[in-house]
């Protein structure tokens, strides 16, 4: 049974009234959107990527030799922005979308999928793997898609809750902070080979010392050699590049957080992909994606991931092009009855992290908790954090109970 066939079998209100033939011509009405842009791409886009990778280069440049006079305050501000800004279009607007093979039907070696490197933590041929084939392949699919939770946090309420997840909120901070590093490490599988100890199989440490050799080079880069060109602005040049790279990972995990876990986006289970037609896949990125609403610049520094709905559709069209197909694409969610998700930043940064949060804790203690009864429910929290798994069924159940009266009230 596939995810679709689920939902409308349980009910799911939003999908409900579609067809087997309403799915798979949506599917072919979506496909006619990708091949008009296939049919029209040309000088235009090649002249738009081109003049953002000169505009990056040429910020980045100017940035850090603005840098060499770090010492002095307003050199340190304007060299750390600049330099801020250039590492986001580096790996937003530039490196994802090149790597995605966005741009290779232009045929120039020096800006193909096959070629590009990009500065990150992780190299370009493991990103390749576990975001290409396996994210935009298994979307918001639990214990498929590594980008959903990044591996360490609850994402979904049917995931049974477990003490640890008390920390999520503290792990995803520390995960937006070093978010490059904590790619690096899914997309190595880091977790999965320390936990069946296979971390001295050939392969794997093939592939982690590609990774330790690409970290290295970005920290000589960026805490070396750079503040060492500096002289005296040394220690000056090298906080600045510190916080850079902070800025970059921070706004690069805030955007993709908002691009897949904002409240109102679905989730899959595994096994609910089986036998998944060419429409129900359309379907499924249209209900596991959501948008951010903004201005030109907004879309640009977001590497175009604002439309986050359309890149999942069609993660192989120029980028440039999203905000054009956007309104046709919205269109046939509210052709089809569907729920277009866009919100602004602030808005959906604010709903990702309210559902870390709520995710942290069990279901329906959010929910069902007051002021007036707070203190009685971090009673119960407590106790589900340090008690028997037995305790923790009959408190669950306690709290379903309190928060179905609710509801019914």
């Not at 503290?170 to 904590?182: K, P």
């Not at 609910?272 to 903004?294: D, F, K, P, V």
């Not at 709520?358 to 007051?370: D, F, I, K, M, Q």
Request: overall charge positive; glycine content about 6%; charged content about 20%.
């Amino acid at each position: 049974m596939t995810v679709i066939q689920k939902k409308k079998q349980t009910g799911d209100s939003q999908i409900a009234h579609l067809t087997p033939e309403d799915v798979e011509m949506l599917g072919i009405e979506l496909d006619a959107i990708r091949q008009s842009v296939i049919d029209t791409r040309g000088a235009s886009d090649a002249a738009y990527i081109r003049k953002v990778i000169k505009t990056q280069r040429s910020l980045e440049l100017g940035s850090r030799a603005v840098l060499l006079f770090s010492i002095f305050p307003p050199a340190w501000l304007v060299g750390t922005a600049g330099l801020s800004v250039a590492k986001i279009l580096d790996n937003m607007e530039i490196g994802h979308n090149i790597l995605h093979g966005q741009w290779d039907w232009m045929r120039d070696p020096k800006i193909h999928s096959t070629t590009w490197e990009w500065d990150h933590a992780t190299p370009a041929e493991q990103w390749k793997v576990s975001h290409n084939e396996l994210h935009h392949n298994f979307t918001n699919v639990v214990g498929k898609d590594n980008d959903l939770g990044y591996g360490i946090m609850r994402v979904d309420e049917d995931q049974p809750w477990q003490p640890f997840y008390i920390i999520q909120p503290v792990w995803n901070f520390l995960n937006a902070l070093f978010f490059e590093y904590g790619i690096a490490a899914y997309d190595l599988e880091l977790r999965g080979a320390l936990a069946s100890k296979k971390t001295k199989d050939p392969e794997f440490r093939k592939q982690a010392k590609k990774v330790v050799n690409k970290i290295r080079r970005q920290m000589t880069k960026d805490y070396v050699v750079h503040p060492i060109l500096s002289g005296p602005s040394a220690l000056h040049t090298l906080a600045a590049n510190f916080t850079a790279n902070i800025v970059r990972n921070v706004w690069a995990h805030s955007v993709i957080m908002c691009g897949h876990f904002p409240e109102g986006v679905e989730t899959f289970e595994r096994k609910s992909i089986e036998g998944e037609t060419h429409g129900e896949w359309y379907l499924r990125q249209m209900l596991g994606s959501a948008n951010i609403s903004g201005s030109p610049l907004m879309h640009l520094m977001s590497g175009n991931l604002s439309h986050q709905i359309e890149h999942h559709l069609f993660p192989d069209l120029p980028s440039n092009r999203y905000k054009e197909i956007a309104p046709k694409v919205e269109a046939l969610f509210e052709k089809y009855g569907l729920s277009y998700c866009a919100r602004p930043l602030p808005q959906q940064v604010y709903s990702a992290w309210h559902k870390v949060v709520r995710l942290s804790l069990p279901n329906g203690w959010l929910e069902a908790t007051t002021r007036k009864n707070l203190p009685s429910q971090l009673g119960k929290l407590y106790k589900m954090v340090t008690g028997t798994p037995r305790e923790r069924r009959l408190i669950q159940a306690s709290l379903t109970r309190e928060v179905r009266r609710l509801k019914a009230a």
